[in-house]
């Protein structure tokens, strides 16, 4: 029975004294009330009174009922009291209680809050170990190299102290990463101590090579010169050599793909136009590659525009960059043994190091000029050379940077051969005697008088960048013995340039990197009597260059068809996966020095047809 229960039925019905009270928990201690209910039993008494009321003297009668109703009331009253008393006993152990599951519910949150805090910290530290031992000694080795640069600029080591510093850095044969990768957050000062004590080196193993180049893959990329470098430096490298890279900043750059990028705080100044300029020094790791950025102050606007060639100040823009690249260097205290430069956008670098730089401290070095082509040499008048501190006078000469067929101007890749110790000229099926005297485009006097310098070396493209296998491009990787991942490369292709997604239209893919290789008025023949028969197409451009831009767009308006796509600017990510989701690649022929789009496509499992059958594969 209740409490209620026993409480209730001894409470007066008066409105005055009414009340309840709460059922509450059960597990709460109260004190039961005593029974305020009589038992009644057979004789007739009530707790061993007679039901039936005694006789009474008449006389007393009314005193008897007075005296009674007094003890009723005292008793009753007594009784209230009592139970008012267990009531606010009651009340007060119900709020104790209450207070203390409102602690209890305020320390669980702070317990849960902790925890949270705890795991968070357990998800840091891990994210932060992964990071960590997710660097492989490559990666550990060029974040060092980079600091060190730093130290120089600011003044901290000498040159002298900072060359055997790298050479200690790229011969140890201790783990880099057991050892550094965890001080590499520590300031200049403390690390540069680590630097010394860990100075104990092994033998040399390979050469130091620095690229001083105006593309790399995948940061900017207009041609073939973006994956060669990059290709080719992650080859050397994988054979023990240690290689660099030095870009200009361009305002384009995609610098989601470098790790660690940093600005060294050091003054770096290079001579232009007969004054010192000022310029910020940019560092990072791309694809295990150390990279160093240039980007000039009061020439801001040099690299800060749409497309990097084809401007008119092209010779003053790379021109600046080559000195600039160079005066790093000497400051820097590096002394590499290679310094390899491309097409004519940095082939001055060749006479300016012979002229200056080679008694700073490098003559130890050579010059090594690769040409993807001779088609483009950049003529201009020899007073400009004057620009980055060379003497027109002594250059203007038929030995040296006067231009054959033009001889009032100066011909700035005919000069990097000149003065280059080696020079590789690209080509995948031409002997050199054949490019000499058919393909030198004027150069054929100079290209005779150093032939024996000069070496031809086949095209090609990184594996392990163009493997669908592995490709990170793709939305899903396949592989020759399972193909089913091609299908949804064709379907998200189909998405992406916006045409219907059928499974049985033919999808041809076509990289179009200049429209010179292209007869387009034949292309758009092919084009249209394809699409008739339900083919689909999706074109890749190259926006940089304003001729293949603009003749992609006439292209367009001429066909006007719902199954042909174009993409005006080159991506790489659509490049990848062009190659994978086309049934077909169309190329302007199977000889393809540049991009290696038959190599690519075989390898991407799409059939490579030549523009000149084209229409017959297509029917």
């Known amino acids: 029975m209740s409490m209620a229960t026993l409480i209730n039925p001894a409470i007066p019905s008066s409105p005055s004294r009414r009340f309840s009270i709460p059922l509450t928990n059960p597990n709460s201690h109260f004190v039961k009330a005593p029974s305020l209910l009589r038992c009644v039993r057979k004789n007739g008494e009530i ?39 267990l009531f606010k006993e009651a009340q007060q152990n119900i709020l104790y209680l209450n207070k203390q599951r409102v602690k209890a519910v305020d320390e669980l949150n702070k317990a849960k809050r902790e925890k949270q805090l705890l795991l968070n910290k357990i998800e840091q530290l891990e994210k932060e170990n992964k990071r960590v031992s997710g660097k492989d000694n490559l990666v550990v080795c060029w974040e060092l190299l980079l600091r060190i640069d730093s130290m120089v600029l600011g003044g901290m080591v000498s040159t002298e102290e900072a060359s055997k510093l790298r050479r200690m850095v790229i011969d140890s044969k201790v783990s880099l990463v057991d050892v550094f990768s965890g001080l590499l957050q520590q300031r200049d000062a403390e690390l540069l101590t680590e630097l010394r004590h860990f100075s104990e080196g092994s033998k040399r193993k390979g050469y130091h090579v620095i690229h001083i180049c105006t593309e790399m893959e995948p940061l900017i990329s207009v041609g073939p010169l973006a994956p060669y470098i990059t290709g080719l430096s992650r080859a050397l490298q994988r054979k023990g050599h240690l290689v660099e890279v030095i870009l200009p900043k361009y305002a384009s750059l995609d610098l989601d793909e470098v790790q660690g990028l940093r600005e060294i705080e050091a003054d770096s100044y290079s001579f232009f136009n007969g004054q010192l300029h000022g310029n910020r020094i940019w560092t990072g790791v791309v694809r295990g590659i150390g990279v160093t950025f240039i980007q000039p102050l009061y020439f801001s606007s040099f690299f800060n525009r749409d497309g990097i060639y084809e401007h008119p100040d092209d010779f003053e823009r790379f021109t600046y960059f080559s000195r600039a690249s160079l005066d790093y260097i000497a400051k820097s205290g590096k002394q590499p043994d290679v310094l390899h430069l491309h097409n004519w956008e940095t082939a001055i670098v060749g006479p300016l190091f012979w002229d ?49 067929t033009k001889t009032h101007l100066v011909n700035i890749l005919k000069g990097g051969v000149v003065y280059s110790n080696k020079v590789i000229v690209m080509s995948s099926m031409h002997s050199k005697g054949r490019i000499i005297h ?26 392990s960048t163009w493997d669908p296998s592995t490709d990170k491009f793709l939305p899903v990787n396949y592989s020759t013995e399972n193909m089913r991942g091609k299908y949804a490369c064709k379907v998200a292709l189909q998405q992406q340039a916006g045409i219907a997604t059928h499974a049985s239209s033919i999808l041809v893919g076509c990289i179009i990197s200049e429209v010179s290789g292209f007869d387009l008025e034949k292309l758009k023949a092919v084009v249209r009597n394809a699409t008739r028969e339900g083919a689909q197409f999706v074109f890749l451009g190259n926006g940089s260059v304003s001729t293949t831009y603009r003749a992609l767009r006439s ?30 690649i169309l190329c302007h022929s199977f000889h393809d020095p540049l991009l290696q789009v038959p190599l690519k496509a075989l390898r991407y499992g799409a059939a490579p047809v030549s523009e000149a059958s084209g229409d017959n594969h297509l029917r």
């Open 555 to 584: 292209f367009q308006e001429a066909v006007e068809d719902s199954n042909v796509k174009f993409f005006y600017n080159y991506d790489e990510a659509i490049s990848h996966l062009v190659f994978a989701g086309s049934d077909i």
């Open 356 to 404: 200056i730089f080679a008694k700073q401290g490098l003559g130890n070095t050579r010059i090594l000029l690769t040409c993807q082509g001779f088609d483009s040499q950049c003529l201009d008048e020899p007073d400009k050379l004057a620009l980055c501190g060379l003497d027109p006078g002594r250059l203007h000469r038929p030995d040296r940077f006067q231009d054959t």
């Open 438 to 463: 058919s393909m030198s485009h004027g150069l054929e006097p100079t290209l005779t008088m150093h032939k024996e310098k000069l070496l031809v070396a086949p095209y090609g493209f990184d594996n």
């Open 47 to 85: 707790n061993g009174l007679s039901r039936t009321p005694p006789p009474m003297d008449n006389g007393g009668e009314d005193d008897a009922e007075t005296s009674l109703e007094e003890s009723s009331n005292v008793e009753l009253e007594s009784k209230n009291n009592e139970i008012w008393r």
